[in-house]
Structure formats: C-alpha cells, structure tokens
C-alpha cells in the first residue's frame, strides 16, 4: 500500500476545526505530524494490550525521534475495560507525571481506547488536546471522528461523557490486517450505514468491490475508509451536538441497540447488531410505505454478501420493542426511527408501537429464520462471544 497518496479529509469546525488524514505507513510518522499541533514534549500514549503488543514500539519510537517525551498508558483490551475505573487510573497516570494544560493524550487503538482517551483529555484539568490514531475499521470510519467521548456505566452503555474533539485524526490502514476478521467485516455495517444514509453511488461502489474489500484490498479499501469519513465528517459539522442531523448516523442502530442489549452484549458484537439492524430498519421502512422492496433487496443482499447476518432470531421479538424504547436516540418515550426512502437518502420520524408490532406479526408470518450470509452467525442473539458495544 506504501505507492498509494496520502487523503486528507477536513472536519469543519470553527476553531476545534481537525483534518483526518489517511496514509498507508503512516504509524512511523505520527511523530513529525504531531509538530505542527504541539510544542508541548510530554505525551500520553493511551492504548491497549492488544494494539500495544504490534504498534506501541513504532509510535513511540516515531515520537522520541521527533523530539517529545511519551508516556505508554495500557489498558486492558475490550469494552469491560470502558469505565471511569479505568478512567481514573488514565487520570492518576497523568498526574503523577504532572501533565500541565498544553500536554498530549494520543489514542493509539479500536473505539475503547479512542473513547476513554478522549474522555480523559476532555476533563483532565478542564481538557487538554488529544489525537486520535485509530486501529480498527470501526475506529477508522466512525468513532474517531465527531468528538463523542466516554464510558459505559453498569447502568447504560456510554452514559457518561463529554463532546471534546481531537485536533487530528491520523489513520493507518496498514493496521488493520492485524485485525480480526469479525472485528472486520462488523466494521463493514457501518461503512455500508454511510451509503444507504446518504450516497448512492459510494453504496454501488461498495456492491461492486465488496469481494475485494473483504480480501482488504488495499484501494477499495482506502476508498470505503475516505468516503465513510467525509460522510460522517459532514453530518457532524453540521450537528456537531446531536440536537438532529446527527442522528441520521443512527440508521441500523435503533434495532442493532436493542439487540445488542437483549444478548446481555454478550452475543453480538456492535456491527454484526446494526448489520441486522440496516436490513430490519429498512424493512420496517418499507412496511411503513416508506421505501420500495427493492431498497431492502439491496441493502439485505450487500449485508449478506459482507458476511454479515441480516436476520433477528425469534427470541428478540417479543422484548424487541422494550429494547427499542430503552434505546438512548428516544426523546419524550418516542422512538424516533431514521429510515430510507431510497439507496442515499434517509428520513427521520417516531414509530408507533402499533405499527411496529403489526411488522413484527408480519415477519412471524414469513418465517424469519436465522438465515444470513456465508460465513455469518446461525443464532446471534442467542451465540455466546465476547462482550460487544
Ligand atoms: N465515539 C463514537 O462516536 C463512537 C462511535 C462508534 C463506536 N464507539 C465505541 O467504540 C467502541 C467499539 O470500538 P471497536 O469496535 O474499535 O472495539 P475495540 O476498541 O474493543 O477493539 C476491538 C478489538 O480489536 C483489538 N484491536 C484493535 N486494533 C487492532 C489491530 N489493528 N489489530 C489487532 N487487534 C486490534 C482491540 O484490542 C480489541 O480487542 C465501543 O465502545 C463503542 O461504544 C464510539
Ligand atoms: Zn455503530
């Protein structure tokens, strides 16, 4: 991948204005990148073991040579590690080595590291700068970018953060072939999220060249990373705080929340729950009278065909709806849905209760098996698997 250009995609913000910027090898040179950010030597290198083990020794290596003085912070890997707990040992961590208000915290790891970093350089004396240095696909296309920061509580996941956005985002595709493959193709969901919600023709390119990208070519690979980010880029400049256009990003998660939270999130991980949930939404959608068959064809087709599972299991059905008013999108006890009118354009607007359970009687009717994709889970909601998000 080394011939390929470096892609720059710009999040407009005023004065917490940040580029994301895209290159293959870019690891080795996060030091000299940080230059023009920061003046500041003392840097929190804030990762986990996983990631720590394959890319730790060249970004810290990459940033000595540039001139700063890192401090490797490692947590433990997964989403149980996403807690003020773990937070405040970042915090102490920082204090003991007296970081003042110009210091660094860099975010080196999946949507975890990103999340809890970002948290702590929001609050640690009021917010100190931080990048990120995403390392999975759902890192790369989706949680670096927006400054939605925090952690989980046993209560709710992510139920206490901050909005604080990184003054860059410097992605290295090369990390990604390290990645596990489910962790993979669950990044997929929400690369295929950003053509439904808003470009036709990136979701025909993803259609085209989705056998390619699940050998991880490295072109078609770095298009979906460009593309997914400008689109999540441009909804956030528009609604940086989520008050609404924001919540167009939320497609596929409405269905994906609630089954994730009725496998214990123990079942699912994140996209494999809005895989299933871009299909579901889309059909609901289209019993609404909102789309035609032919956008769920689609839509089921490229999910499928990423092997993803687009199907819910019988059990979810009945607790569906609860789970879905538990979601954390709903406002007023409205569950407010984000549904496609066609491939590129999605329409925001509540749900009855009545309207979703006659849905639900339909699908009993059609026997809505478990079938899925090659490759894909038989039972998932009822799989064991390791905690998701
Ligand atoms: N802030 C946001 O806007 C936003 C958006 C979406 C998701 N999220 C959050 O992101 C989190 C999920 O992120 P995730 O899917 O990246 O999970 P993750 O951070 O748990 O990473 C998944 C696993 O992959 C490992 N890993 C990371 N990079 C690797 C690499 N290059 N090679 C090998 N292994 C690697 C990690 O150690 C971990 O075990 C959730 O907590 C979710 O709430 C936040
Ligand atoms: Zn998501």
New binding site residues.
């Given amino acids: 991948m080394v011939g390929v250009a470096e892609q720059i995609v710009p999040v407009t913000l005023e004065e917490r204005s940040y580029d994301i910027v895209l290159h293959p090898g870019l690891l080795a040179t996060v030091g000299e990148r940080l230059r023009a950010l920061t003046t500041s030597p003392k840097i929190g290198v804030v990762t986990?073991r996983?990631?720590a083990r394959?890319y730790l020794q060249v970004v810290l290596r990459s940033l000595c040579k540039a001139g700063y003085d890192p401090t490797p912070i490692i947590l433990p890997?997964?989403?149980r590690a996403?807690t003020l707990s773990t937070m405040a040992k970042i915090l102490d961590a920082l204090a003991r080595q007296k970081f003042e208000r110009q210091s660094f915290l860099l975010a080196l790891?999946?949507?975890?590291?990103g999340?809890i970093a970002g948290f702590a350089a929001a609050v640690y004396q009021r917010g100190i700068p931080f990048v990120q240095v995403p390392?999975?696909l759902?890192?790369q296309v989706?949680?670096s970018v927006?400054g939605?920061?925090g952690v989980d509580h046993r209560l709710g996941?992510?139920l206490i953060g901050a909005f604080h956005q990184p003054r860059a985002v410097l992605i290295d595709p090369l990390?990604?072939r390290?990645?596990?493959r489910r962790?993979w193709i669950a990044g997929l969901a929400e690369v295929i999220k950003y053509g439904v919600i808003a470009d036709e023709e990136f979701f025909g390119f993803l259609e085209q060249k989705i056998p390619a990208l699940l050998k991880l070519d490295e072109e078609p690979v770095i298009r979906a990373i460009k593309r997914s980010c400008e689109i999540k880029a441009q909804v956030v400049v528009t609604d940086e705080r989520e008050s609404d256009r924001r919540r167009i990003l939320n497609y596929g998660h409405t269905i994906g929340h609630a089954l994730e939270s009725l496998s214990g999130y123990r079942g699912l991980i994140?996209g494999e729950a809005v895989g299933i949930g871009l299909v579901q939404e889309a059909d609901l959608a289209c019993h609404m009278g909102l789309c035609g068959r032919d956008v769920v064809e689609r839509i089921k087709s490229l999910v499928q065909r990423a092997g993803l599972c687009d199907q819910m299991s019988h059990a979810s059905f009945t607790s569906l709806w609860g789970a879905m008013q538990h979601d954390k999108k709903v406002t007023g006890g409205q569950v407010i849905g984000v549904w496609p009118v066609r491939i590129g354009k999605v329409v925001m607007q509540p749900i009855e209760k009545e309207v979703c359970a006659a849905w639900l009687q339909t699908k009993r009717g059609h026997g809505n098996r478990s079938s899925s994709g090659r490759g894909a889970p038989k039972h998932p909601v009822r799989r064991k698997a390791r905690a998701g998000?």
Avoid at 109 to 113: E, H, L, N
Wanted: hydrophobic fraction near 20%.
């Fill in positions: 986990d996983h990631v394959r890997p997964g989403e996403k790891g999946g949507g975890v590291v999340d390392t999975t759902v890192a989706d949680s927006g939605k920061t996941k992510n990390t990604l390290t990645l596990p962790e994140h998000k």
